[in-house]
């Protein structure tokens, strides 16, 4: 680990050296003087004084030094039947274009864009184009519902929204544009314009305020980046919480180029030409940085896929695009391939494609299971590589670095630090635990560039929610321990926010879904295991008194009214009507005890999700037994 661990001491001991050569290798318009700086909460900021615009760093940039003709992006989207390729140039001219027609709409520097689309190559044009502007975009992910949406509309106030009139999921045609209208509806602020992009499945209809896509690029003056300085907000990305509030996680122009050229060349290995893969949405943090802004930083072609990696009854969706696209490196979550192997367990789809361009597999977005690992890396010829970020981080905080000093691989663990990251883990003490001994993970400041600078328009929320807990520390709300190599082990979350599918998601909101309910006194909203989505939310109610209805049809009405909600994405598929709930003498529920109870490790009880009656056992069991009050007396 010799070439690893010197430029990570260099990072940790001269974080403002090592990240002005960082700086140096990509293309400003006035290059930063001082490279670190704090806020009046005593948070690192990087670049402040340099200006630079971000698109003009991963399209511009690139077609005045001669890659104009190179792909950009190669969209595939089984579900519409279309392909499409864009070069550099092409791109840029679409981008130039449609901010041109937000320019005619009238957004301006620092206004705020929100963005609902499917995996179209406009939703990239899109970002790019607010970015282009110095708007600032957020994007929303097309599987939420119209009370999500209007949350975060209400909270961004943004002058525009550009939607798709539909989205395909599978081969149901799911219509964007009647969500939007009651978003907006629901929302205290209304946008002074939509703009729609009509997709031949389903034409939406348009209204006073609406503009179609198409109409507006045709009498659109190309416009120029704008430019901004390095601490000047990209993007808002909003992230669950532990209450029903999303966080508005803010993202910077400057530090996040610089981390995300760094990024690709030593974390996933890449060089410009490079084809690179993410198998994620744009709705997701992984879909800002390693679909959308990291490969064309550097110089890259992105694969822009609109579809699942299962369809019935193909399961070689992810081999065929890396076949036909030539990927050098593929990134995707884990849960996307325990549905393949559920499909294909023995990896005959496998056969059909020559895969060769492959050289490394990245996984992220949960925690990498031994079973997952081991089935593919007995299946695959290229290293399997688990790596740890957030949607704070925007990348990754640990990672088995394939550009720098690729490591043996460890099932279970994500490796090692990435350089910037100064990880630590804090036993219960307070103190830096031993090897092997769990604690909760921490970040000491400063946070390497590309962190998140803020949640918009509540910096008391982002001390509080990060840096208060443990001063001179980031929380990153997740527990493991090192071992004594150094490779790192992330073991789970340590709050109420439950991982599906890589998917961050907030169970106290659904708890506000479910008390909503006038028939429901009390609940609890807990994650059990999965073998194919990791964790999967359970609801547990407690009817009020008097209740005498149909218990499985309250049970069924409380599903719908999540999915009407939150959307979908939840994937709150079971709702239990109990008489009871474990609780501390203070009131508080006991969800650890819930969550041990339900995964059937309390008394050897057995339990599966997909059967209801066996959770009722495990409940009733837990009741029959005083499980509750031997509990509380253990927890006061």
């Known amino acids: 680990m010799h070439t690893y661990q010197s430029e990570f001491q260099q990072s940790i001991q001269h974080p403002e050296a090592f990240w002005a050569e960082q700086a140096r290798r990509i293309p400003w318009f006035k290059p930063p003087q001082t490279m670190l700086g704090y806020d009046e909460q005593d948070h690192a900021r990087w670049y402040g004084d340099g200006e630079l615009n971000i698109c003009h760093v991963a399209l511009d940039h690139h077609v005045e030094s001669g890659r104009g003709d190179q792909p950009a992006i190669f969209w595939d989207s089984p579900v519409s039947g279309h392909r499409r390729q864009y070069s550099y140039r092409e791109l840029r001219d679409q981008v130039a274009t449609f901010a041109g027609a937000l320019t005619g709409l009238g957004v301006e520097k620092g206004d705020r864009v929100v963005i609902y689309m499917p995996m179209v190559p406009e939703a990239l044009i899109a970002m790019y184009a607010c970015a282009r502007l110095g708007a600032i975009h957020s994007v929303v992910f097309g599987g939420f519902a119209p009370h999500e949406l209007a949350m975060r509309i209400e909270d961004a106030e943004p002058k525009v929204v550009v939607a798709a009139s539909c989205g395909i999921e599978v081969d149901t045609v799911i219509p964007y544009k009647p969500i939007v209208d009651k978003a907006i509806a629901a929302s205290d602020h209304k946008p002074s314009a939509c703009v729609i992009l009509q997709r031949e499945q389903a034409q939406a209809d348009l209204g006073d305020i609406d503009h179609d896509w198409q109409m507006l690029m045709e009498n659109a003056m190309p416009a120029d980046c704008v430019p901004v300085k390095g601490t000047d907000p990209l993007y808002i990305l909003y992230t669950s919480g532990t209450t029903g509030k999303p966080k508005g996680v803010v993202r910077d122009h400057g530090g996040y180029a610089v981390a995300l050229h760094y990024s690709m060349e030593r974390i996933y290995g890449m060089a410009p030409g490079d084809v690179f893969f993410s198998a994620s ?356």
């Not at 959308?292 to 699942?308: D, M, N, R």
């Not at 659904?510 to 609890?524: P, Y």
């Not at 005890?593 to 995964?599: F, G, P, Q, S, V």
Request: glycine share 10%; proline share 7%; charged share 20%.
């Open 281 to 636: 949405d744009v709705g997701w943090v992984v879909g800002h940085s390693y679909i959308v802004y990291a490969p064309l930083i550097l110089g890259c072609t992105t694969v822009v896929y609109e579809g699942k990696p299962v369809r019935t009854p193909d399961a070689g969706a992810f081999w065929r695009l890396i076949s036909e696209y030539g990927v050098k490196a593929f990134f995707t979550a884990p849960t996307a391939f325990r549905a393949v192997k559920k499909e294909d367990p023995d990896g005959k789809w496998l056969e059909k494609y020559d895969i060769s361009c492959l050289e490394t597999l990245f996984l992220a977005g949960e925690r990498l299971d031994p079973p997952t690992f081991h089935w593919l890396d007995d299946l695959l010829d290229v290293p399997v590589i688990d790596h740890w970020w957030q949607t704070e981080t925007g990348w990754a905080i640990a990672a088995n670095l394939q550009g720098l000093e690729p490591m043996p691989v460890k099932p279970g663990s994500a490796t090692v630090p990435v350089p910037g990251y100064d990880v630590q883990v804090i036993n219960r003490q307070g103190e830096p635990a031993a090897a092997h001994e769990q604690g909760s993970i921490v970040i000491r400041q400063p946070m390497p560039p590309g962190c998140l600078a803020g949640i918009w328009r509540d910096p008391k929320r982002f001390h509080q929610a990060y840096m208060a807990a443990i001063p001179g520390c980031y929380l990153t709300g997740d527990g493991g321990y090192f071992d004594e190599e150094g490779y790192l082990f992330v073991m789970g979350r340590t709050d109420d926010v439950i991982n599906v599918a890589g998917h961050r998601l907030s169970t106290g909101e659904m708890e506000e879904v479910l008390g909503s309910h006038a028939a429901v006194a009390e609940c609890a909203v807990i994650g059990i295991l999965d073998d194919l989505k990791g964790q999967v939310p359970l609801g547990l109610v407690i009817p009020k008194d008097g209740f005498d209805g149909d218990t499985h049809a309250l049970e069924n009405e409380l599903i719908a009214l999540v999915r009407a909600q939150i959307g979908p994405v939840a994937s709150l598929k079971q709702v239990l009507v109990v008489s009871r709930l474990p609780k501390t003498r203070s009131g508080k529920i006991l969800r650890k005890l819930l969550r041990t109870i339900a995964d059937g490790k309390e008394f050897g009880m057995p339990s599966t999700i997909d059967d209801p009656t066996s959770l009722q056992e495990v409940h009733e069991h837990m009741v029959d037994r005083e499980v509750g009050a031997a509990h509380q007396s253990k927890q006061v």
